[in-house]
C-alpha cells in the first residue's frame, strides 16, 4: 500500500477527532409523527422536542410500540415529520444520508459482498479509491477485532460479529450521529453483554454522537449518558435522566447502589406506560 | 433438478480414509477439545461426500434398471394397456444411435437446433431480465406489463404455430419466436419474485451509505435477486427446448425435432427414441451449463451457514 492512501485515512481520522467536538449535534423541534388518512389515521410520535449534544450518548428507552424507533427513523430521514424537523448539525434533515450512520436490529450487512467490501462500500460510494476504501474499511475492521474476517461473507460469521461489521460499515463514512436502532435485540444475553462493552470501546475510541434505541433498561444505563423514557402510544418523552455513572463502565457496576436507584426510576416510568398501554388495548378490544 | 448437480462431484473414497488424530496421553483439555473438533468436522465432510457418493450409486444402479425394464418388456412383447409390441428395444435404439454418428447430416440437425436455442434463449434472457427488473422495481411498469404476462403466459408453444407462420416472414424466424416465447415468461417470473423479495432493510442499510437509486439497484436489488434470476434462467432453458421442438415438428428441415417427427412420418421407429433420447440429453447439458455459469454469482449462498 502506498504512503498517499495511509495519510488519507490518517486525514480523515485526524479530522474527525477534531469536529467531533462541535460535530453531531441533534436537535428534534416539535416532530409529530402519524401513518394513515382519515379514520384509518394512527399517531405514532406526539409532538416531541429535544436536544442532543455533540459526543453525547443517549438511550431512548421505552415500551414496544411507543414509536421510539419511528422516532429515530424521523432522524435517519427514512420516516419524514407530520409536523416539525429534523436538524442534524443546523441543516434539516430530508432523507437518508452518510452523516447519519444507522445500525439496524436486523442483519442488513449484504451477503453478497465480503466483510471487507460491506465496510468499504459506504466509502465507495462517497467516491474514495479503492486502494483508500480498503484502507479505511481496515482501520474499522480493526476497531472492532475482526481482521481476520475480512474475506469471510456475512453468512459465514455469528450474529454478533454481523452487528460489529455493522457497526464498523456505518462509522467508515464518519458520521457525525450514529443511529442504533435496538442492534443487540436479537442476540443472546452473553452476547449482548459483550457488545454492549464492545460498543463503549468502539465509542470512546472514535467519538460521535450515539442515538440508541432499547427497551432493556440494563442496557440503556449501562450504555448511556442520558436516558430519555417515551410513554406508550402515541409516544412522547415524559423523563430525560442523567446517568451519573462513571467511565470506563464496567459490567460490576450493574450492582452498585447508583445504578439500581436509577433503575427503579426507569422501571417505575415504564411499568405505568406499559400499564396504560395495556389498558388502552383492553379498551379497544 | 439435483441430477444435474450430482454430475460434477467427482466419486468419493470409502469413509474408512478417515485420519483419526492421535490423542496426547497426558489430560490436555485445552489442546484436546480442538483436534476433536477437527476429527468430528472431518468424519461431517466424509459422512457428506459418501452421501453423495451414494446417490450417484443409486441414481445410476436405477437408470440401469429402467433400461432392464425397458428391454424385457420389448422382449417379451409385454402387452397389457400399455402396448410395447412395436416399441423398438434399448439395443435397436443404441444400433440406430450409433449409426447416426457416422451421418454428417444427423450432426447438421443438432448443430441448427443448437443455433435456434441460442438465438431465441439469448433473447428471452435480455428482454426477459430487463422486463423483470422493470416490473418489479416500478408500479406503472408493473400495470402497464402484467396484463399481458397474465394472458399470453398459459398459452402452449404449439397454440402459436399458426400465428407464428403467419406473422413471420420465414420459418427459422416463426420456430425461434416460438422458442423464445417458451424462454422468456418463466425468466420474466422468477426475475419479478427475486427483485420483489430484497429485503427492504438492506436497501434501507444502502441508502444511509449514501447510495442513491441507481446504486441501490447496482449494489443491492441486483444481486439480491440473482438467486432467483438464476432459477429462472434454467427453467427457462428447459422450456425453451421443449418449445423448439413444438415449432421443429411442424415446419423446417433441419433440427432434432424435425429429425423425430420425420422417423415417426417414416414409421422408423429407433429414430423417434433416438430423437427423443438426443432433446433430452441436450436439454439437460444446457441446463447444467447454465447452472454452472450461474454458480459463481451465487457463490456467497453456498457459504451460508
Not at chain 1, 40 to 69: D, H, M, Q, W, Y
Not at chain 1, 240 to 262: C, G, I
Not at chain 2, 259 to 277: C, E, H, K, Q, R
Request: with cysteine.
Amino acid at each position: 500500500m502506498n504512503t498517499s492512501v495511509i495519510s488519507i485515512q490518517h486525514n480523515l481520522m485526524q479530522k474527525h477527532r477534531q469536529d467531533s467536538k462541535e460535530r453531531g449535534h441533534v436537535s428534534i423541534e416539535s416532530v409529530g409523527i402519524s401513518f394513515g388518512e382519515g379514520t384509518n389515521r394512527s399517531i405514532a410520535v406526539r409532538e416531541t422536542s429535544l436536544t442532543i449534544k455533540p459526543g453525547e450518548f443517549v438511550c431512548i428507552l421505552g415500551p414496544s410500540g411507543c414509536g421510539k424507533s419511528t422516532l429515530l427513523n424521523s432522524v435517519a430521514g427514512y420516516v419524514t415529520p407530520t409536523t416539525g424537523r429534523v436538524l442534524v448539525d443546523n441543516e434539516a434533515v430530508t432523507g437518508p444520508g452518510p452523516d447519519r450512520g444507522m445500525v439496524f436490529q436486523q442483519y442488513s450487512l449484504l451477503p453478497w459482498k465480503t466483510v471487507l467490501e460491506n465496510i468499504a462500500f459506504g466509502p465507495r460510494l462517497a467516491g474514495h479509491s479503492a486502494a483508500e476504501c480498503h484502507s479505511i474499511a481496515r482501520t474499522f475492521l480493526a476497531m472492532i477485532g475482526l481482521s481476520k474476517m475480512e474475506k469471510r461473507y456475512p453468512g459465514e460469521l455469528s450474529g454478533g460479529m454481523q452487528q460489529r461489521v455493522g457497526i464498523a460499515r456505518a462509522l467508515a463514512n464518519y458520521p457525525s450521529v450514529l443511529l442504533m436502532d435496538e442492534p443487540f435485540g436479537a442476540l443472546d444475553a452473553q452476547t449482548r453483554l459483550m457488545m454492549q462493552e464492545s460498543l463503549l470501546d468502539i465509542w470512546s475510541e472514535f467519538g460521535t454522537t450515539v442515538l440508541f434505541v432499547t427497551h432493556d433498561v440494563d442496557e440503556a444505563i449501562f450504555l448511556a449518558d442520558r436516558i430519555l423514557i417515551m410513554s406508550a402510544s402515541p409516544g412522547t418523552v415524559i423523563a430525560d435522566l442523567q446517568v451519573e455513572l462513571e467511565r470506563p463502565r464496567q459490567s460490576e457496576m450493574a450492582t452498585s447502589e447508583a445504578f439500581v436507584a436509577l433503575k427503579r426510576t426507569c422501571l417505575q416510568y415504564i411499568r405505568a406506560e406499559s400499564m396504560k398501554a395495556f389498558e388502552l388495548r383492553e379498551c379497544n378490544a | 433438478m439435483s441430477y444435474a448437480l450430482a454430475n460434477n462431484k467427482p466419486p468419493e473414497k470409502a469413509p474408512d480414509a478417515v485420519q483419526v488424530p492421535s490423542l496426547p496421553d497426558q489430560p490436555m483439555p485445552n489442546a484436546s477439545l480442538p483436534s476433536n473438533n477437527e476429527r468430528m468436522a472431518g468424519r461431517l465432510a466424509q459422512a457428506v461426500k459418501s452421501k453423495q457418493a451414494q446417490s450417484i450409486l443409486v441414481g445410476g444402479l436405477s437408470l440401469c434398471l429402467g433400461i432392464l425394464l425397458w428391454h424385457l418388456a420389448t422382449l417379451y412383447k409385454f402387452n397389457f394397456f400399455i402396448n410395447f409390441e412395436n416399441i423398438p428395444s434399448p439395443l435397436k435404439v443404441a444400433d440406430a444411435f450409433v449409426g447416426h454418428l457416422a451421418e454428417p447430416v444427423f450432426y447438421t440437425h443438432i448443430l441448427v437446433s443448437i443455433r435456434r436455442i441460442l438465438i431465441a434463449y439469448g433473447m428471452a434472457v435480455l428482454l426477459g431480465v430487463a422486463i423483470g427488473l422493470a416490473v418489479g422495481r416500478s408500479r406503472l411498469a408493473r400495470a402497464a406489463v402484467l396484463p399481458y404476462i397474465e394472458v399470453i403466459r398459459p398459452i402452449p408453444a404449439v397454440a402459436w404455430i399458426p400465428l407464428a407462420i403467419l406473422m413471420w416472414p420465414t420459418e427459422e424466424s416463426s420456430i425461434i419466436y416460438i422458442t423464445f416465447l417458451g424462454a422468456l415468461f418463466p425468466i420474466i417470473l422468477n426475475t419479478i419474485h427475486g427483485v420483489e423479495q430484497t429485503p427492504e432493510v438492506m436497501i434501507r442499510a444502502a441508502l444511509s451509505l449514501g447510495a442513491n437509486k441507481l446504486q441501490v439497484f447496482w449494489h443491492v436489488v441486483l444481486p439480491a435477486a440473482l438467486p432467483s434470476i438464476a432459477t429462472g434462467l434454467a427453467i427457462g432453458m428447459g422450456v425453451s427446448w421443449f418449445s423448439l421442438l413444438a415449432g421443429e415438428i411442424i415446419s423446417g428441415q433441419y433440427g432434432i425435432g424435425y429429425f423425430t417427427w420425420d422417423a415417426y412420418s417414416l414409421i422408423n421407429y429407433p429414430d423417434i427414441v433416438v430423437g427423443m433420447l438426443v432433446i433430452g440429453g441436450l436439454g439437460t447439458l444446457s441446463t447444467f451449463l447454465i447452472k454452472v455459469v450461474t454458480r459463481p454469482a451465487l457463490r456467497w449462498k453456498e457459504l451460508q451457514r
